[in-house]
């Protein structure tokens, strides 16, 4: 990522440095999915997941924000094209998970539960590098399942925030 630089200010006042700004895209997908970890009796999965250990799964319309971060252009005005940020949610977000049984019909979780913390890891392993190489980086993911739940990821080289 670049260092903050001096700009002009809108009536051509004195520089001053402008560091990195914050964008959030948000996108819907309804998906369904079956907590179930089968190396666990069906007791123990009952449980632990209650109702997420239903034999028929249930589903979600989930809500995810991605957020960027990075230097304001000083030609375009934005941090980053909305059409790119567009591009890769499409790509590998909605195609991915929309209308998809997550258990079987996703990749990586095929033995792994989907919870909410995992979704949301897998996500950022999804779409970080498409932003690599880029003047941003992926700052954070956050995965709504419900309006009262949802999980942040930062990666794992910062905090959430």
């Given at each position: ?5 001096k700009r002009t200010?809108p009536?051509?006042?004195t ?8 964008i ?8 369904s999915?079956?907590?179930e970890?089968?190396s666990?009796s069906?007791e123990?999965?009952?449980?632990v ?9 249930h ?7 991605v ?11 934005m ?7 567009d591009a890769?949610?499409r ?5 991915r ?9 996703v990749e990586?979780f095929e ?15 999804l779409i970080?590098p498409?932003?690599r190489?880029l ?5 954070r993911v956050r ?8 999980c ?10």
């Amino acid at each position: 990522m670049t260092r903050p630089e001096k700009r002009t200010g809108p009536s051509g006042q004195t520089p001053r440095a402008v560091g990195p700004v914050l964008i959030t895209r948000k996108i819907t997908f309804s998906a369904s999915h079956r907590y179930e970890n089968r190396s666990w009796s069906p007791e123990k999965n009952r449980e632990v997941f209650g109702p997420c250990y239903n034999p028929y799964g249930h589903g979600h319309n989930y809500e995810l924000e991605v957020s960027l971060s990075g230097p304001v252009d000083p030609e375009t005005g934005m941090v980053l094209n909305l059409r790119t940020v567009d591009a890769v949610l499409r790509e590998e977000i909605f195609a991915r998970f929309d209308h998809r049984y997550i258990n079987k019909e996703v990749e990586g979780f095929e033995d792994t539960v989907p919870t909410l913390e995992n979704l949301s890891l897998r996500i950022w392993d999804l779409i970080e590098p498409r932003f690599r190489g880029l003047d941003c980086r992926l700052h954070r993911v956050r995965l709504y399942e419900s309006t009262d739940l949802y999980c942040d990821y930062c990666g794992d080289d910062h905090d959430a925030g």
